[in-house]
């Protein structure tokens, strides 16, 4: 059974960093993604960042290109998400998420999400 482990949430002032960490357990299938998404308050979930494992290259919502950085260790289990100059529109509760498919990571379609880490950013 895939489990996805986050960790890095946290309350900041804003203009602070946070660093997001998450790894992927109990998975047969080789990593083709990993992504994080948000869910700010009443809103929807959102896309922040994606990453291919295989060198394909990143993406990134518009809001954070510039402030957040999306990277994977060596081993490919594991994703961070380096966040910098935080703003308090940045408050939500960040999902890590996995896929194992190529064509599912061209469509931003994934197969397992983490519970969630809560990151407020508030003076």
């Known amino acids: 059974q895939v489990h996805l482990a986050e960790s890095g949430g946290g309350s900041v002032l804003p203009g602070g960093s946070l660093r997001l960490s998450c790894t992927a357990s109990g998975y047969k299938e080789d990593i083709h993604c990993m992504a994080w998404s948000r869910q700010r308050p009443g809103q929807e979930r959102e896309e922040v960042a994606l990453?291919?494992?295989?060198?394909?290259?990143?993406y990134y919502t518009d809001s954070v290109k510039g402030r957040f950085t999306i990277s994977q260790n060596t081993a490919k289990d594991a994703v961070y998400l380096q966040m910098n100059r935080l703003k308090p529109e940045d408050t939500a509760v960040y999902y890590c998420?996995?896929?194992?498919?190529?064509?599912?990571?061209?469509?931003?379609?994934?197969?397992?999400w983490g519970q969630g880490t809560q990151v407020t950013v508030s003076s």
């Open positions: 998420a996995v896929q194992f498919d190529f064509y599912s990571c061209l469509k931003h379609e994934y197969a397992n």
């Open positions: 990453i291919y494992s295989r060198g394909v290259g990143v």
